[in-house]
Every structure is written in structure tokens, then in C-alpha cells.
């Protein structure tokens, strides 16, 4: 067995694989040609570093050379050469001219960031799309942007796309160069929505969403043949500084635009639920598209130069319906819909089109044929799981047995799953209609892993029996089933109290050393950046023994564009539920009085919490209702946004505060209800197990 402190060689079935794939692979197409198409200057740093650390490196240009040292079709056995080819694709960074016409010019920064950050000419001052990921990227992106076109005006206009946070991370970077200070001019533009889910995505579920990020986008990998080569949707996520600055304009909130409003200069024919507006000058019109790859996102259309930005619904590559990291399900049929909205509305009278990933495509037949396949796609990823599931078949088993698209679909090199897989997708989809429970009673009430995987080994002669089944699956190339096995093995050694099969100290390096090299072997051969990035993040961590810290930054505006509703929904979820209702039989209600708040005009908001039967309940306003209030706290906005930004304990944060007898902290009433209260927040560690069992399992 190979030492895990060696680099794990491809198997030979691995190793022919991926040979194979280069035979299998799409027809040539002119991806390399329209990478570089327009570029008019590339990076001049050779990395990015934190503004507040700079020994650390937030983006590595360099990171990713080893990519074009080696043709796609002669990648390295120890890479798919498919995800190779897009990883060359998708590291490609520089500015890029992406259409200039009737006054306009559209330019993409590209490979500063997972995502694009394009830039537009307004009659004031540049509109800027999506200011890519961290404050530190966007910066760079401006810079270079200022460098390569002599152009110094100011920044008149922000407009998110979508609520995933590469898509507005960086929007603070874009006003370093005014120290900081953001116009009170500036106009931001976003979906409706976007704020709720922005934050519902980054905070709600934040902790394990960005633990499970850490396997997706395996920033802290090393890059390399053996390593990280990419996402498929991108190389990596920055780890700079996350920021927001707020919505001013929701497109949405308002009707859309009436025919009678429609006008000559808009070049598409009406269509009913477009919105029409001008954004400093420039005629634009958006199409909202909620429910496909993200809860709130819109595509929109550029009249003068006759562009199209379809946002993140149209990429050079299969997208997901359930992101690994986690997510919300996303609606393939609603997804497919938009895309036939987006054909007929926009596409025909479209000389280019571009997206927040990737390159764009040019003129209108290409375009129509590359939004049609995309459209085809993920109806075809929503009507055949419907179809399998009226057969009887579960989310597992139509993953199965759907293991291609039609061969039309197959050819594209865009239809390829670099990013989302047809196996997670189908499964996705199934997950959506039909929830987790696949109707087969046996599985309504399974035994949690460490527990079942106690009991798998005891029937099956132990834990070092099952290493040597695994070892022989290992040696057949049956790679699933080796890594099921050694899971059960890794999973019964976490049984606490000595309870179960035992799994003896060097039996246990054994399966962790052999599973580290099933691992590797799973994201050697993956077509699928992020499937290659999980199971070689696996593979490391089997290997060094521990999980890996958190790469990211914490997102301070997310909390400061909180309105109280949103951060005691946040709090809520922290509760411990059964200590609270077992001893609070009493309700315990707070008045909270938030002064000086940006988001009431400089006024006051007003919220009630209530905690009772375990639950922390808000309510805007007095809520009469709860009954009289145990106590009243009164503070400033910025005090709030700073007792939440000190720490994970809110409740140590808000009695240091009260302590020091803080002036801008006020509590009336009962002095210990706002402690009781706070007592019972929870604060795990977010940097948990993912292929071993926890530390206590009993507590899972």
C-alpha cells in the first residue's frame, strides 16, 4: 500500500480512462479562438494580496501556468483531459473588449475571480456588472481596466445579477481608490429579492455551506496534475474580503413595462413581464428569471450595442440543479422556461452575448443555437426524471441509468459537465419533486452512519475483514464500492464508549490510508471540477489527519444590511431548542429598540423577540400580542452591527458592552431576561468532519 506521504500515482485503469476521453470528447469548435478575442491587456501583478495582510495571497495569476505547458487531448494521467481543456479555457485573464456600438463599449475583466466582472460606458460615470467575488479582486480588476483604456471616470452604477456572493463581493474594491468612500449618488441595481437571499444563503447556512465550499472549490489545494486545476465554472473563489454595498433599485418591485411605454429604441418587439429602464442613460432591459441558478436573478439587454447578458442561466458548461456545497434546489423546468423566454425575446436581435462565467458568444445564429441547447439541457434534466419517477425508479437509481444527454446535446462542448454532473443533477431534480425519502419504508428511519456503519461491520467480520474486501475492490478498479466500505470502517472507529466493533488503531490507518488513495484515484478520473476538487480534498485530509481551517473572510456587510427581521432569524437557528423549551416554560419577551438605523431614514426600528416552546420568535414592531416585555434594549445601529461583528458569542459581546456601561446600550426592565435569552445561542465549530465521523457522535 502506498504511504499517504508519497503522491498517489494514477492507477492504470485510471490512466486509460482518461485516454479514453480524449476519443469520446465533442467536435472542435473555436473555444481557444474566442477566449482570446478581444483581449486588450492582461494582468500586470502576478497576485492579489489582502489589503489588511499582505503576506497573504487572495488570487494567484501563477497558480495555474502548469495548465498550458501541456495540450488538452495530451493532459497528464492524473487529470480528466475534458476538465483540463476547460481549466486552459477558464484561466485565460486580462481585460477583453466585448462589443463596442451605438456609443457604447462593453468590456470583461476575466480570470481575476471565479466569476467576470463587466464594465460599461454611462452617460455619467461606468456602470459595473457583478464586481466579482472580494474587495481585493475588484480592485485589481478596476485597475487594470483604468491602466489598459486611460479611462478615469467615475463609477456611476453598480448592478448585481444574482445573489450569489462572486456576483457582489467585491463591490466595496471598486471605491478603494476614493479611500473607501462610496458616492451617495451611486445607484445599485439587483433583482428582487437579492438582499433576502444573499443573506439566507450566506448566513442562514453559511457555516456549513462554506465548510463544504471548502471541498468544492478546494481553494487551500495545492494547483497542480495532481491537484486542483479548477471549478469547471472557474479556476477558484478569491479569499479576500467580502463586501456589500446595498440595493438602491430593485428591478421587480415595480409592474413591468406596459406596451404603451414601449419604444422604437428598445430593438426587441415587446413582450409581456420585461422591465424597461434607463440606467444612467443606457436603455436596458431586464428579464427576471427567479428559481434558476440562484433564488433571485435576471438576464437583461442592451439595445445600442445590441448585447445580451444572460447572467449565470447560459455558461460553457452543464450548470447545477443542487450545488454540492448545498443550496436550494434549483427548478430545471422553470430554468428551461426563461431560456425559451430569453431566445425569443432578446437572441434574434442580439450581435453578442456574454454571461457573469466565461467567454461570450458572437453574433445572433450562434447565440440562438448556444441558448437553445442550454434550453434543451435542463428540460431534458427536469422532463426525464419526471419521466423515470412515474416508472417507480429513486433519484439514485435514474442517475444510473441516465448517464448521457442526447448525442446532438453530447457534442457541445458547453453541454459538458465540468460543473454540475448529470449523476448529482438527475438526483437533484428527483430531490425537488420528490424530497429525500425514496418511498421504500426500510429507508424512513436508517441508523446514522457511525451506528450503522458499527453494525455493517459486525456482520460482516470485523473492520479488518472489510479493509481487505476494499483492498480488492481497490485492486478491480471497483473504486465506489472500495470507498463505501473503508467509509464504514472510518465511521465505526468515531462509536463512543467502546460500544460496537472495535476497529483497532492500525486497521484504522490502513482504511484511512487506502481511502485517501480511493479518493484520489474517484478525482483523477472526474470530468467534473468540483467532484475532482471534493474527493482530492477528502483524499488530504485523510492524509494529514485533521479538516482544514476556513480560506474565506468574513462578510461584515452582510450584517450591516441586516434589517432585524433577517438577524434574529439568523440568531434563531443558534438556539438550543431542547434546553430552551425543557426550561423556559415562561415565554421571555425583548423589546428591541435599534437607533439611528440607515436602513429607517436615520430613525428608529422597532422589533419584539420571543422565546418560547424552544423557539425564538420575531415580530416587527411592539407586538402587542407576546404580552409585556421582560425588558427593553436600546442601542445604535452601529452598536448592534458592532456587538455582532465582535464574535461568534453575542452573548459575551453584548454583557462586555453592558459592563462597561456602554452609553449607547440602554436596558430597561428586567437586566438578566436579555442573558437568559442569549444563554441558550449555540456556537459549533465550523470547521467540521466531513470524511471522518465527529469527535462525539452521540451529539449529532
Not at 445579477?161 to 451611486?186: I, K
Amino acid at each position: 500500500m502506498t504511504s499517504t506521504t508519497e503522491p498517489i500515482q494514477p492507477t492504470p485503469y485510471i490512466v486509460a480512462q482518461n485516454r479514453a476521453a480524449v476519443a469520446s470528447a465533442p467536435s472542435p469548435n473555436s473555444d481557444f479562438e474566442d477566449t482570446s478575442r478581444g483581449l486588450i491587456a492582461v494582468p500586470d501583478v502576478s497576485v492579489i494580496v489582502s489589503r489588511t495582510d499582505p503576506a497573504k495571497v487572495v488570487w494567484d495569476f501563477t497558480a495555474y501556468e502548469f495548465l498550458s505547458d501541456t495540450e488538452w487531448n495530451e493532459a497528464p494521467a492524473t487529470a480528466n483531459p475534458l476538465l483540463w481543456r476547460q481549466g486552459q479555457l477558464a484561466a485565460q485573464a486580462g481585460l477583453f473588449q466585448v462589443i463596442s456600438g451605438g456609443g457604447r463599449t462593453i468590456h470583461q475583466v476575466r480570470g481575476y475571480d471565479l466569476s467576470n466582472m463587466t464594465i460599461l460606458n454611462g452617460d455619467h460615470g461606468l456602470i459595473v456588472i457583478d464586481p466579482l467575488a472580494s474587495y481585493e479582486t475588484a480592485q485589481a480588476a478596476l485597475a487594470l481596466y483604468r491602466s489598459a483604456t486611460k479611462d478615469q471616470s467615475p463609477i456611476s452604477t453598480l448592478i448585481y445579477t444574482h445573489s450569489h456572493v462572486d456576483h457582489f463581493g467585491g463591490s466595496r474594491g471598486l471605491f478603494a481608490e476614493l479611500g473607501d468612500q462610496v458616492p451617495a449618488t451611486l445607484k445599485v441595481y439587483a433583482p428582487t429579492g437579492f438582499l433576502e437571499h444573499a443573506i439566507s444563503e450566506n448566513v442562514y447556512a453559511g457555516p456549513a455551506m462554506a465548510r463544504r465550499a471548502e471541498y468544492m472549490y478546494a481553494a487551500a489545494l495545492d494547483k497542480g496534475p495532481g491537484g486542483q486545476i479548477g471549478t469547471g465554472l472557474g479556476q477558484t473563489v478569491s479569499t479576500g474580503e467580502v463586501t456589500l454595498i446595498a440595493p438602491t433599485d430593485s428591478i421587480g418591485d415595480g409592474p413591468a413595462t406596459p406596451k404603451a411605454e414601449w419604444t422604437s429604441g428598445y430593438v426587441i418587439p415587446w413582450r409581456q413581464g420585461l422591465y424597461a429602464r434607463t440606467v444612467d442613460g443606457v436603455p436596458m432591459i431586464f428579464q427576471l428569471t427567479p428559481g434558476t441558478e440562484a433564488p433571485a436573478e435576471m438576464n437583461f439587454y442592451f439595445p445600442e450595442p445590441r448585447a445580451l447578458c444572460m447572467a449565470e442561466n447560459a455558461t460553457h458548461n452543464l450548470h447545477n440543479i443542487l450545488s454540492i456545497r448545498g443550496a436550494q434546489v434549483r427548478d430545471a423546468h422553470v430554468w428551461s422556461t426563461y431560456l425559451t423566454e430569453a431566445i425569443q425575446a432578446f437572441a434574434p436581435y442580439s450581435d453578442v452575448e456574454f454571461a457573469s462565467h466565461h467567454w461570450p458568444h458572437w453574433v445572433s445564429e450562434n447565440i440562438v443555437g448556444f441558448l437553445s441547447n442550454q434550453r434543451d439541457m435542463y428540460g431534458y434534466l427536469n422532463d426525464q426524471t419526471l419521466r423515470m419517477i412515474d416508472a417507480g425508479y429513486t433519484g439514485i437509481e435514474i442517475a444510473e441509468k441516465l448517464q448521457a444527454l442526447p448525442p446532438n446535446l453530447a457534442d457541445q462542448w458547453y453541454t459538458q459537465g465540468y460543473y454540475g454532473s448529470l449523476s448529482h443533477n438527475f438526483k437533484a431534480v428527483y430531490q425537488r419533486y420528490m424530497g429525500w425519502y425514496d418511498g421504500n419504508p426500510a429507508n424512513l428511519w436508517k441508523l446514522p452512519p457511525t451506528p450503522a456503519a458499527v453494525n455493517y461491520l459486525q456482520a460482516m467480520g470485523g473492520a479488518a475483514t472489510v479493509v481487505e474486501l476494499a483492498q480488492q475492490a481497490y485492486d478491480t478498479n471497483d473504486y465506489r464500492w472500495a470507498a463505501e466500505l473503508l467509509n464504514h470502517v472510518i465511521f465505526a472507529a468515531g462509536a463512543s464508549n467502546g460500544a460496537g466493533a472495535p476497529v483497532p488503531a492500525d486497521v484504522l490507518t490502513q482504511a484511512k490510508a487506502l481511502q485517501a488513495q480511493t479518493m484520489t484515484q474517484l478525482g483523477y478520473g472526474a470530468e467534473n471540477g468540483t467532484w475532482r476538487n471534493a474527493y482530492l480534498s477528502g483524499a488530504w485530509e485523510l492524509q494529514i489527519g485533521h479538516a482544514q481551517r476556513p480560506t474565506s473572510t468574513g462578510a461584515s456587510d452582510l450584517v450591516r444590511s441586516m434589517d432585524l427581521s433577517l438577524f434574529f432569524a439568523a440568531m434563531a437557528k443558534s438556539i438550543d431548542g431542547p434546553a430552551a423549551g425543557a426550561q423556559q416554560r415562561t415565554p421571555i419577551v425583548l423589546r428591541w429598540n435599534v437607533t439611528d438605523d440607515p436602513a429607517q431614514g436615520g430613525g428608529t426600528d422597532v422589533g419584539t423577540t420571543v422565546l418560547r416552546n424552544g423557539v425564538l420568535v420575531y415580530a416587527d414592531g411592539t407586538y402587542e400580542l407576546a404580552g409585556e416585555p421582560a425588558a427593553t434594549i436600546t442601542m445604535t445601529r452601529d452598536t448592534f452591527n458592532g456587538l455582532v461583528l465582535a464574535g461568534m458569542d453575542f452573548k459575551a459581546n453584548f454583557d462586555a458592552a453592558v459592563n462597561k456601561n456602554d452609553p449607547s446600550i440602554q436596558i430597561t426592565g428586567d437586566p438578566t431576561a436579555p442573558d437568559t435569552v442569549f444563554g441558550y445561542l449555540t456556537f459549533p465549530d465550523p470547521v467540521f468532519p466531513l470524511v471522518t465521523p465527529r469527535p462525539d457522535p452521540a451529539h449529532n
